[in-house]
Structures are given as structure tokens and as C-alpha cells.
């Protein structure tokens, strides 16, 4: 089920200082108990096991200051007892595998809104915590979170080769939005490397991407043209765009240039460039 994930850093500095100061519930000090809650229950189950397992991390350290990030809570936690990390890794990681499919892909929500409500807030924080984790295992599961953003993307990027197979496997998805999203973080990895065979990898993913079918691909091309050293080369395929791509919409743009309809990619590519023109520097 496609769900629009909103902005949730305030929540989840908020819901972490409540976990710390929490007591754990009656019954939910047994470590085993609450990692095979997450494993077996359903999703409303899943999330309360969840919630118990970072009020049992965080309970470790009470005098920690509560504004300090999760991963040093998670990370201190599995120094102090590496005979529980993996274990507790692995069920950090197969719980977001499982919910990236609810959220994602699945296209049954569940009978009561009310779960899918409470369990929609709880996404989030998961995805934290596994990108928090240094575990390659995790990879695939951020994958499939990575149309969410920030979090997700950020804990793909510091794998760097090792996340960029799974992230390019993604342009051919079909849905457009994972297209997109694997066409920037591929994008990003790639830039880091600073070699030529990574721009011409660039290059290609990008000219391939200017032609996708859907229009919301063609202009996430456009947009990672703009901070490309080498956008320059792009001009030509940018102004043909700027005359020519299909998609539009009701609504004029500002510029008056594509008379009664708005055309988005049209108006990205003319954005792109004056940017190349006025030498601008590019908004990542």
C-alpha cells in the first residue's frame, strides 16, 4: 500500500525520550520474549514489541542524556552485550523488511485504521534504528525503504559499492517512484567514487532516466543533472525537453512559456538550464 511517509525527526526525538524514561510493562524484561513478539505477531503486535524493545536499550543507560541520537543507545547496548546484538539486528532488520512490504508494496491495508494509524507512526523510528545498525545485512531492507527519504537514504549511503547493486536492481521496478529513488541514490554513491568509469556509470543512468515513461523520472533526471560537474553536456537533451516532453497538466507556469497547460518536466529543464547559463550553483 502506497503511503505517504511525512516528516517525522521531531516525533522521533520526542518518542525516544519517552521510551527512556518508560518503565518496561510486566512481563516484557525477557529479552527472547519481546524479539520473538517482533518475529511472530501481527503488525499492531509487532509494533508494541518494538516500542518494548528500545525501552529495554534504552533502560541500560538511565543516566545517558535523553537528546543523544539512538545509535549511540543502540550501539552502546551491543558492545556492552555481543552476545545479544545479533540476534537483536537481525530482528531489527527482518521487522522493517516486513513492514517495507505494508508499506510499500502491499495494497491490502489492514480492517481497523486505527492499526494502520498507530502502525504508520512506528515506521519511521524503525527505519532509524536499522540505518543506525553498521550490518550490511541491512541493505536490502533500506532498499525497500528508500522512496521514504532522508533516514533511509542516508543509512544506504555509508555502504557505499555494497548498497549500489541493490539500489540500481530498482530502476527496473515498476513502479516509478522506486525508480527515481534508486536513480538518485545510485547517483550519490557513484559521485563519491570520483573516477571516470563512475561518471560515465553516471552519465548512462542519467540518459536513460531523461526517457523513462513516467514523467515524475524524467524530472528527477533533470533535477540530478543540475548538480552534475559535468551538466553542461546535458543541454542539448535539456532543451529539447524544455520544447517537447508530453506530460501536462491544468495551470500556467510563470514564465508564460507553454501557453494554457503546465508541463513539469518543460519547466525543471528550463529551471536546469539558466542554472548551466548563469553558472548557479545547484539546490541539491
Known sequence: MRKAIPTFMLWLAVSWTIWAQQPLPAGSHNLRG???RMENGDLHAQKLAFDDLMTYIASE???RPQDSDRSDFLNDFFAQHPDEADKIKLALIHLLSREDYFFIESKNPPPDPHVEDDIEEHYPELIHAVASLDDERAIPA???????GGIATRGLLKYGDKALGPVLDQLTSTDPLVRGSAL???VAILKTKKDSASSSRIRALVESSLKDSDSSVRMRAVMV???LDERQDFAPALQQLSKSDPDRFPGRENDGADGDSYYPVRVQA??????IQSNRICTP
Not at 142 to 148: D, E, K, P, S
Request: glycine share 8%; aromatic share 0%; hydrophobic share 40%.
Open 270 to 275: 528550463r529551471r536546469v538550464l539558466r542554472d
Open 34 to 36: 519481546i524479539l520473538s
Open 142 to 148: 533500506l532498499v525497500g525503504a528508500m522512496t521514504t
Open 225 to 227: 543533472i543540475d548538480c
Open 61 to 63: 543507560e538511565p543516566d
Open 184 to 186: 538518485d541514490i545510485g
